[in-house]
């Protein structure tokens, strides 16, 4: 069976080099991946986003620069005053026909190089969460950094997907913003992107400059990004889960450095959906605790699964448990990470201490539906992919979520959390948080 999880680990596991950044012809810098625009002073716009390594630069929008991802192109109905992307290829059944346009993002070139090392144990030497930060490391000392964090009221701790760019989530984000919050000198807004580092992405050179070890998760096996369940690292007894943990825990609890919080938000898409979305069932975290300094949110985007409270899933429209035989050909369905059940290779040591200290299973599930959470779930994200496990929970993540959240009012008894479908996007971080409805999930 473990060979079974490896094998398709091997398929399906994604690598790429370490994150980094390109320079842009004109000046100015963009995340690997990202399609350089126009140029100012130190900065340039970059077309953030999925598949946008051949994107276009739109010139026509009045409202300012925009840009479509590789595979479209910038398209205008007069008739209605539409700016949008239009698919190149019509044959290509893997992209809708048209997509909003993106928002593009604009941030000094130092955000993209610069990677700090959160220490996870203050009394003693561990490796580091390696993070990116649009306003410098939430340790700092010096009077310019010191001065930002005192404005800083809102928190967004936004956790990459797959891909492990958390230099392409850090510039997405922050183009998220609302406008006024968008540069980091001025902004009440800071972006946190922690970077669960794969033994591919290392080594790296923290900005500290003081020889300190980044943590590493394992990328392939027993599934592939084990950080989304909440894995140990491989190289310390830290889980990807703990390491959020302390860095919301030690922002809310300095006073000194942040005395303007008000809110903290903690988001994530695809691969980082899973994780915030296991992350807020689990966490011991005092961010939870109605603390009297600020309040968390938690979005959950476009997950390839949720882990449901108990062992049925929707069979025929109907929550039930399902049958002998499909249970027979998928027995580690209820398992987690895809439900609270004992796994035989993917449990993990926080979960089973963050249930314990909670007081059981059935105190985790109570005190899930008093969390703010949001699931944001793309009106696009229609294609069928996974394993059985995720299949059970249905056969694309667009469903996925309509049936996890549907499962808790059948479990509480009332509706319970907020789930919004992102109109006319797909499988893309960007223009999810970019939309009408990624704003209200997060500001409103």
């Not at 966490?283 to 939870?288: G, K, L, P, Q, T």
């Not at 049958?323 to 895809?338: L, N, S």
Request: negative net charge.
């Amino acid at each position: 069976m473990r060979s079974f999880f490896c094998l398709l680990a091997l398929i399906l596991a994604i690598s790429r080099p370490v994150s980094a950044w390109h320079s842009c012809q004109n000046g100015g810098v963009c995340p690997d991946g990202n399609t350089c625009c126009s140029t100012a002073q130190d900065r340039s716009t970059c077309i953030s986003g999925k598949n946008a390594t051949l994107g276009s630069c739109c010139i026509d929008n009045t409202k300012g620069p925009t840009g479509c991802g590789q595979g479209f192109e910038c398209a205008f109905d007069e008739s209605k005053n539409d700016h949008f992307c239009q698919k190149v290829n019509q044959s290509d059944v893997s992209l809708p026909e048209r997509l909003p346009r993106y928002r593009l993002c604009s941030l000094p070139g130092k955000v993209f190089k610069q990677i700090y090392g959160l220490p996870i144990d203050s009394k003693k030497e561990t490796p580091r969460l390696a993070y990116l930060s649009t306003m410098g490391p939430i340790d700092a000392s010096d009077p310019r950094t010191l001065a930002r964090h005192a404005k800083v009221s809102t928190l967004v701790v936004m956790v990459h997907g797959s891909l492990r760019n958390p230099d392409d989530y850090v510039c997405c984000t922050n183009s998220a913003l609302p406008e006024s919050e968008q540069n980091p000198d001025s902004s009440s807004m800071m972006v946190v992107a922690p970077w669960y580092l794969a033994p591919d992405d290392v080594p790296i050179n923290f900005t500290s400059k003081d020889n300190a070890t980044p943590l590493v998760w394992a990328e392939i096996g027993p599934i592939y990004h084990t950080w989304r369940y909440g894995a140990d690292a491989i190289n310390a007894n830290i889980s990807s889960f703990a390491a959020v943990d302390v860095l919301v825990d030690r922002i809310l609890e300095d006073n000194v450095r942040f005395p303007a919080l008000e809110r903290i938000i903690v988001a994530g898409h695809s691969a980082g959906g899973q994780f915030t979305q296991r992350w807020a069932l689990l966490s011991n975290s005092i961010a939870f605790e109605s603390h009297p300094r600020a309040s968390t949110r938690v979005i959950v985007a476009n997950p390839k699964s949720f882990c449901f409270l108990d062992a049925r899933r929707y069979v025929n429209g109907t929550l039930q448990l399902p049958d002998e035989g499909a249970i027979d050909d998928c027995p580690w369905y209820d398992e987690w990470e895809w439900g609270l059940g004992k796994g035989r290779f993917l449990d993990t040591p926080y979960k089973a201490k963050a249930i314990q200290e909670a007081g059981g299973t059935e105190a985790v599930i109570q005190r899930y539906v008093a969390r703010d959470l949001v699931y944001l779930a793309g009106e696009q994200d229609i294609l069928p992919n996974g394993m059985c496990m995720e299949k059970m929970q249905g056969d694309y993540r667009r469903i996925r979520s309509e049936h996890f959240h549907d499962s808790l009012k059948e479990i509480y008894g009332r509706p319970v959390h907020r789930r919004l479908v992102v109109t006319g996007v797909n499988h893309d971080h960007c223009l999810m948080f970019q939309s009408p409805e990624g704003n209200q999930a997060m500001f409103a």
